[in-house]
């Protein structure tokens, strides 16, 4: 949290001029981003869809990995903030802050494509996303985390679903560190898995264009997805 004091700090021009410059070279690496991929993405290319020498560039950014990081903070970031705001205003019954979740992720991977799949597509060859990317991560999934306590699972009992809570358990140790009490049904965490991966993968594939010929059109698809899941989670009304 920002001092108060440092609150009445004025930024010199220096510091503005390289906020602002920081800024510029986020936006020219994300347009990279649509027309070369994270593979390669360029700090040369950056610096010439910028108009400025390379050595300008590498004054604030060392590396293509150093760039790739700043990104995926940024979108993190940018994510997390917008389903921060629709969750928000949305009705707090779980039900409700399930179903506004998934749709605005959605809705935001459909208007940001290429940021979706530097965050969750394939992982970059040769990079490594450091640990300070995981907490930005996590918070694009906090709202359905928030929601543990007051699940339930429709999850039939079975070897699978003991085998999948025995390794689901670094994940309820997490909720329950943060304070959330464990429900008392059995299955919840792998219920949680389901639903998330259920919720990113459908994401994923549609982005990718893999339900063409399949169905005339994917937004009722999606809500029916959704649903079904909310059920799983017995939060649906």
């Known amino acids: 949290m920002t ?25 020219a690496a994300r347009a990279q981003l649509a027309t070369v991929g994270p593979a390669q993405l360029s700090l040369r ?27 995926i903070l940024d979108i993190f970031q940018e994510l997390g903030d917008a389903l921060q705001r629709a969750c928000s205003a949305a009705d707090q019954d779980p039900a409700a802050q399930w179903h506004t979740w998934a ?19 394939i992982p970059t060859p040769g990079y490594a996303a450091p640990t300070d990317t995981i907490e930005p991560a996590r ?13 339930g699972s429709g999850l039939q009992s079975s070897a699978a679903v003991d085998a999948a809570e025995q390794t689901l358990a670094p ?23 389901l639903a998330w991966s ?27 997805v959704v649903e079904q899941l909310g059920r799983q989670l017995s939060i649906n009304s």
């Open 3 to 27: 001092d108060s004091a440092d609150l009445s700090v004025p930024r010199t021009a220096r510091d503005i001029a390289h906020q602002e410059m920081q800024r510029r070279i986020l936006e």
């Open 45 to 71: 290319a950056v610096a010439r869809d910028l108009g400025v020498v390379s050595s300008a560039v590498y004054r604030y950014v060392s590396s293509r990995d150093e760039l790739l990081t700043q990104l």
């Open 103 to 121: 749709h605005a992720l959605r809705s935001w991977a459909l208007d940001h494509p290429y940021d979706w799949a530097l965050i969750y597509g």
């Open 139 to 151: 918070r694009v999934n906090q709202p359905v985390l928030d929601l543990y306590p007051a699940l």
């Open 171 to 193: 994940l309820r140790a997490m909720l329950e560190h943060d304070g959330a009490q464990q429900p008392d049904e059995h299955g919840v965490a792998t219920a949680m898995m």
């Open 198 to 224: 259920g919720v990113h993968g459908f994401i994923t594939l549609e982005l990718g264009g893999h339900f063409e010929g399949s169905a005339t059109a994917t937004a009722p698809v999606f809500a029916a």
